[in-house]
């Protein structure tokens, strides 16, 4: 008896976190009636796209928003058009049938995105991504062309596929593109207490962008492949940082390492073999 009590507690509280769209009354996402199970909340998952979807309108968000997690495409091919901000505690998945149509407004996501389907812009092209949780993987058989992304303070974000960024892309917290390459016609910027991490042998196999590249005091570079890398003289480095193993060479004299503040223009020798060969990799004070 209590067992049975138990399975049917979890099987109702399940039933309380996930709600799916139905698309049966009209487009809109604030209609109770295209949901199978109330509106989509910071506590109750969005489904779009499974076997509940049996009418004939695609969702439109036109009210801001916070939902649990963010699923679209499945069962039934997808479209959820963003005309608001929206804030997801967890995860957005974009299944292989499932499209993200975003408009001029901010997503932000604090779990995993994982995109193997379509996310398009809107022609106004000023929606932003921002990477707002602790840990996030950015995944999917689909390399997302983002126009403004930008990764928090306090949060990692790794890469397993590689990613497009065209407008302005803002480096608050650690971004790790793993052996993936981030690339695209936007600026980079790695803000005071943002890192990123730098994998492969040149640095433009991990970061392959066209506009300025910016590193502002108290940011860090860190190169840490196991093997030898070059060191990129693309940025006025603030802290730089060598680790894993090999030898990290420098390709041609530093910038003069920023030196705003006593505590920066830093180079750590954490592991391996720095090799400045015949050039310089100076700073007029402060540092370590």
């Known amino acids: 008896y209590l067992i049975a009590l138990s399975t049917i507690f979890c099987i109702f509280s399940f039933a309380q976190t996930t709600t799916s769209w139905k698309g049966i009354t009209n487009t ?25 979807f049996t009418g004939s309108f695609q969702p439109t968000l036109s009210a801001a928003s916070t939902i649990k997690s963010l699923t679209i495409g499945g069962t039934v091919a997808s479209n959820l058009t963003l005309n608001k901000a929206i804030t997801v505690n967890e995860g957005v998945t974009i299944n292989a049938n499932g499209t993200l149509t975003h408009g001029a407004f901010a997503l932000t996501v604090k779990g995993n995105w994982s995109n193997s389907g379509t996310y398009t812009l809107t022609s106004n ?21 983002f126009y403004r992304s930008a990764i928090n303070a306090g ?14 892309f803002t ?8 052996t993936f390459t981030a690339s695209g016609a936007a600026g980079i910027t790695i803000a005071n207490g943002g890192t990123i991490k730098v994998n492969t042998t040149l640095f433009t196999d ?21 093997g030898d890398q070059t060191i990129s003289s693309l940025f006025t480095y603030s802290t730089l940082k060598i680790g894993g ?3 990290k060479s420098l390709a041609a004299n530093l910038t003069n390492l920023r ?18 060969v ?11």
């Open 206 to 226: 991990n970061f392959s962008f066209s506009g300025t590249k910016n590193a502002v005091a108290g940011s860090t570079i860190e190169y840490l492949r196991a």
């Open 125 to 145: 092209n000023k929606c932003t991504v921002n990477f707002g949780g602790t840990t996030q993987i950015i995944s999917g058989s689909n390399a997302t062309t």
């Open 278 to 288: 015949s050039f310089t990799a100076n700073r007029t004070n402060g540092g370590t």
């Open 259 to 276: 030196n705003t503040g006593a505590t920066f223009g830093n180079i750590q020798l954490n592991a391996g073999t720095f090799d400045m």
């Open 245 to 247: 193993s090999g030898t």
């Open 28 to 52: 809109s996402w604030g209609t109770t009636t295209n949901w199978t199970n109330g509106l989509p909340s910071s506590t109750n998952a969005a489904i779009i796209g499974d076997a509940s």
């Open 171 to 178: 480096i608050n917290g650690t971004f790790d593109p793993s």
């Open 155 to 168: 949060n990692t974000v790794t890469l397993s596929t590689n990613v497009v960024v065209n407008n302005l």
